[in-house]
């Protein structure tokens, strides 16, 4: 059981270039989320979503994209990256947030810079 | 949305002193979690604990619900619980039921 994984661990960006930061869980949960980490901002949510084939926007979600084709992945997209994007991207899962007891459980985290 | 706040924000230690944390929200909530980030940025789940008490070892956590608090108490501290300490709501009348909101979290230093 590995939880939750995700790829790469650190990824340099040039302006303008696309990637898709992968995340992976064998939990079987219906949520998935993507926040994002700045200093001194806590952790944003970017995208999440409550099963395969939905989606919905959080708090920072431009210029990001998402999908959830099945229930073990779901992969953030960045369609054209920009330095106002370096940061330290988590994924989280976990079964339905308003179900009780219902723990959320983070990957270890992507450090992306863009220059 | 939801207002989380905690405090202190910051909390410098000496080994083997107690500390207690405070995560404050504005609304009700029906699922409220306890994180830490150790130096090297993993996020690890403490405690589920929209209400009551729960101890875990050297941690504990109560929820007071109808006062809309939260605290985390850690004894005997040693150096390995150093780093951030995070908490996350989900009010229930939040539309989706599916965004926790995060507070700025509470910067531990435990030092020998």
């Known amino acids: 059981n590995a939880g939750v994984t995700q790829t790469p661990k650190f990824q340099v960006l040039k302006t303008g270039q696309s990637m898709t930061l992968q995340c992976a869980q064998d939990m079987n949960h219906e949520y998935m989320s993507w926040y994002r980490q700045d200093p001194g901002m806590g952790l944003r949510l970017i995208h999440y979503s409550v099963g395969a084939g939905i989606t919905d926007q959080g708090e920072v979600p431009n210029g990001y994209n998402v999908s959830r084709s099945t229930t073990e992945d779901f992969p953030l997209r960045l369609l054209s990256a920009a330095p106002s994007q370096t940061s330290v991207y988590f994924c989280?899962?976990?079964?339905?947030?308003?179900?009780?007891?219902?723990?959320?459980?983070f990957g270890n985290g992507t450090r992306l810079t863009v220059t | 949305g939801i207002q989380v706040e905690q405090s202190p924000p910051d909390l410098i230690l000496q080994e083997g002193a107690n500390s207690t944390l405070r995560c404050n929200f504005s609304d009700s909530v029906n699922n409220l979690q306890w994180f830490h980030q150790n130096p090297w940025g993993q996020l690890i789940n403490l405690f589920y604990i929209p209400s009551g008490t729960k101890q875990n070892g050297r941690l504990s956590a109560t929820t007071v619900a109808t006062e809309r608090y939260s605290l985390l108490y850690i004894s005997s501290s040693q150096t390995t619980d150093s780093g951030v300490y995070f908490c996350a709501v989900l009010a229930p009348e939040e539309t989706s039921g599916s965004r926790l909101t995060f507070g700025e979290g509470t910067q531990l230093t435990v030092n020998p």
């Open positions: 989280a899962s976990s079964i339905h947030p308003s179900s009780y007891n219902s723990p959320l459980h």
